[in-house]
């Protein structure tokens, strides 16, 4: 009887283990840990396309477009944002180039730039520009001429001298460090290559690059190998119907 009693006792133990065996959940592979998703994408930078002469285009991160000095024949079928015009000289303002334009567009010449005879700064939600003195004797009046810097939303700065020569307010701008300095320099018109080196030490930018190299008339709108020539430090060609990334 003692050892039925003690057979009973190890049956039920037995039976007591295998049910905690079965219900027991199965084993699992030890989990990693979750890595952390790292976003490289880059914003878009801006870009910037040299019509010819001294006609530019722009389009910022947010894709507005900003066309400056329309007169060079060339790609002008983004809708413009913003036209800019340094003065009403026939090689500064052929509208007509600009296929469409935003139905914001706004577009500032030396009307408004020039608004209470001050220099006027604009202050845009993707651009800041920033009217700056332009002009020479005889044939550019201070009072009815200027160039423009615009600060783009990713805070690249591009200064235009539109037609000038040496100016007073030049030596003032190497503290805004411009990043790409545009020189006009037909030495017809306005200052020649060597002046216009001068005003590019003076301005100390990134990158100086000449355009308006030549004076306007016929079909040609640049001279690539005088523009290879032209006698400032951190020089920059860039041909006509070239684009490039600005940073």
Not at 12 to 19: D, N, P, S
Not at 170 to 199: H, K, L, P, Q, V
Not at 203 to 220: E, L, R, T
Not at 230 to 245: K, Q, S, T, Y
């Amino acid at each position: 009887m003692k050892r039925l009693l003690i057979f009973i006792l190890l049956l039920a133990a037995l039976l007591v283990a295998c049910g905690h065996a079965e219900s027991a959940p199965p084993a699992t592979e030890t989990e990693e840990p979750l890595m952390e998703t790292v976003n490289t994408t880059r914003a878009p930078a801006s870009r910037l396309l040299y019509l010819g002469h001294a006609s530019l285009r722009i389009v910022t991160p947010e894709g507005k477009v900003i066309y400056i000095d329309p007169f060079a024949p060339g790609d002008y079928s983004l809708p413009a944002d913003l036209i800019l015009v340094t003065h009403d000289h026939f090689d500064h303002c052929v509208y007509d180039r600009i296929e469409s334009r935003a139905d914001d567009c706004q577009v500032i010449t030396q009307v408004e730039a020039l608004s209470g005879g001050a220099h006027q700064t604009f202050e845009l939600p993707f651009v800041t520009v920033q009217a700056v003195e332009a002009g020479n004797n005889p044939n550019h009046d201070l009072k009815s001429c200027v160039g423009y810097v615009l600060t783009l939303s990713d805070g690249v700065k591009v200064y235009v001298s539109g037609d000038t020569s040496e100016t007073a307010q030049m030596a003032e701008m190497a503290s805004w460090e411009i990043d790409y300095a545009f020189f006009c320099c037909d030495g017809i018109y306005n200052m020649d290559d060597a002046e216009a080196a001068r005003c590019a030490d003076l301005v100390g930018a990134k990158h100086s690059i000449p355009y308006h190299n030549i004076a306007a008339g016929g079909d040609v709108y640049f001279d690539a190998e005088k523009a290879a020539r032209f006698p400032a430090e951190n020089l920059l060609v860039i041909e006509p119907g070239e684009e490039i990334e600005l940073n």
